[in-house]
């Protein structure tokens, strides 16, 4: 994957819609949006509160919680160390939740330091709704297809996701470990050969191969992802848990899909409590959320904006939020996504996420990267042979680091491509936020960017992607994306080493 509104979406946003209000007062409005239930939404200015403000008496002023239309506001007043600008912040515990800005001056660093104001909060809610989540019961079904529990992701599936998702990068460097005993039992020109044939193979069938990882398949025919959740007080989830073990909630999905899907009808946090009740477990009605996501439609839209093939859709019935998409060629492409992803993003969201997919396939990010380290192993072993028993250990650093910069050129082509052809940049900016908060929150935090950049991760830094995404209009316009992506990449890395 790839590894995310304001006021004029549905969806957060750092797409401001600025009004001018006197001289040199500005206002601006800010849509977040949340899977918090209501019981949640008050709780959660007190974390921001707590957690955000308090430890920052320096920065912030003027506190105030306050209930307004029955609706519960957090007030404070940021203010800059050198008095150049001054910003008054109200936040209104309402789903998606509303903030508004209004600052006393419009110095030219305004728009950075809001950046950062806004971020601040958005990060502070993420964090507020991921401690939710691990004391939430996740119930999801899809029409017609095998009733399992919901579950942190096995080691086989991580390793599924990681070895064939997107680039497939980790599959084809797995094979460094096989070399020499393929080179000790075979000889070192039918290894090579053997190696590269059994890496194509991989990428042939790579489609075939996630999709046996995946939990149920996404039709035409069943199209939607049913999606229930009851955020508990932690004592009483861990009671839910110590009650129930597995094979018992697994009868009680089946006894609500049969009372809802099995007659036609939409899952039902309504129907959920019956069930729950009839086992002696009730949940409070302000902790309930339901979701209903039409999948097959979200792919099938992003192909058609692709122009290529509807590709084979599943997903895995894990709350870990992750997408990927793999195939040899753009008409026999797979797109796997998880339950985790559903429920944490909207859906113009996950369709901007799919598009980074179809990023992916359209451009046979596979193949290539199988035909760019193929290209390496090969010259391995002929004219760069000198410098690998010179050194084998750092040249294997090396050749990886290269690799997984080059890689990084595909990832940032795909957040292009899903820009251009989906045309919503900021909101696939959103999708990564959200998603990709805690490694946004660590880059910003960490003494220098450097790292983020040279480890071992196709991927380039979140703060990167999201920012380039940002500065782009809708939908941007490019002649050649790659080119493009891979000067932006380039630029970047400078950038971080003061070049």
């Known amino acids: 994957m790839a590894l995310i509104g304001e006021c004029c979406s549905d969806n957060e946003t750092l797409e401001f819609a600025k009004r001018v209000v006197g001289e040199s007062m500005l206002e601006t409005d800010l849509i977040i949006d949340t899977e918090l239930s209501k019981m949640h939404l008050e709780e959660a200015l007190d974390f921001l509160h707590k957690f955000y403000i308090l ?41 998606p939740f509303q903030v508004k800005f ?84 075979l000889g070192v020109i039918a290894a090579i050969i053997a190696i590269l044939a059994l890496q194509f193979v991989i990428v042939l069938f790579s489609d075939r191969l996630l999709l046996r990882t995946s939990d149920w398949r996404i039709t035409s025919d069943n199209p939607r992802v049913h999606i229930l959740e009851y955020q508990l007080p932690l004592e009483e989830y861990q009671k839910f848990q110590e009650k129930f073990n597995e094979n018992i909630i697994i009868k009680m999905k089946e006894e609500i899909y049969q009372k809802s899907l099995g007659v036609g009808l939409t899952p039902t946090c309504e129907l959920g409590e019956e069930t729950f009740q009839e086992y002696g477990f009730h949940c409070q009605p302000d902790l309930k959320v339901s979701k209903v996501v039409d999948v097959y439609s979200i792919v099938q839209e992003a192909a058609s904006k692709f122009n290529i093939a509807m590709p084979q859709v599943a997903v895995s019935n894990t709350m870990i939020p992750n997408a990927a998409a793999t195939g040899p060629s753009p008409n026999r492409g797979l797109v796997l996504i998880t339950t985790g992803l559903l429920v944490q993003l909207e859906e113009d969201e996950i369709l901007s996420v799919i598009g980074h997919e179809m990023g992916h396939l359209s ?84 003494p220098t960017r450097l790292p983020s950049w040279v480890n071992f991760d196709p991927h380039p830094p979140i703060y990167f992607r999201i920012d380039r995404l940002e500065s782009m209009k809708s939908p941007p316009e490019v002649k050649n994306p790659f080119i493009r992506s891979a000067r932006d990449v380039v630029n970047g890395f400078k950038r971080t080493l003061g070049l």
């Open 363 to 446: 451009g046979r990010d596979p193949l290539i990267l199988f035909s760019i380290i193929s290209a390496e192993f090969l010259m391995r072993f002929t004219i760069l042979f000198p410098l690998v028993a010179l050194s084998p250990f750092i040249y294997l650093i090396v050749a990886l680091g290269v690799i997984f910069f080059v890689a990084k050129f595909f990832e940032t082509r795909a957040d292009l491509l899903s820009a251009m052809k989906i045309g919503q940049p900021q909101v696939l900016a959103n999708a990564l936020r959200k998603i990709g908060y805690q490694r946004l929150h660590a880059e910003r935090i960490s």
């Open 102 to 185: 209004t600052t006393t001056s419009t110095t030219p660093n305004l728009d950075h330091e809001l950046d950062v104001l806004k971020e601040d909060i958005l990060i502070g809610l993420h964090t507020f709704e991921d401690a939710i989540r691990q004391s939430t019961l996740y119930f999801a079904w899809v029409e017609g297809e095998d009733i399992i529990p919901e579950a942190p992701p096995t080691r086989r599936k991580k390793a599924s996701f990681r070895m064939f998702g997107s680039n497939m990068i980790l599959i084809y460097l797995l094979f460094f470990g096989v070399n020499l005993v393929l080179f000790l039992l």
């Open 55 to 95: 430890p920052q008496p320096d920065l912030f002023k003027n506190v105030s919680k306050t209930v307004e239309d029955k609706v519960g506001v957090l007030s404070y007043t940021a203010t800059d160390p050198e008095n150049k600008w001054e910003a008054r912040i109200k936040i209104r515990a309402t789903n």
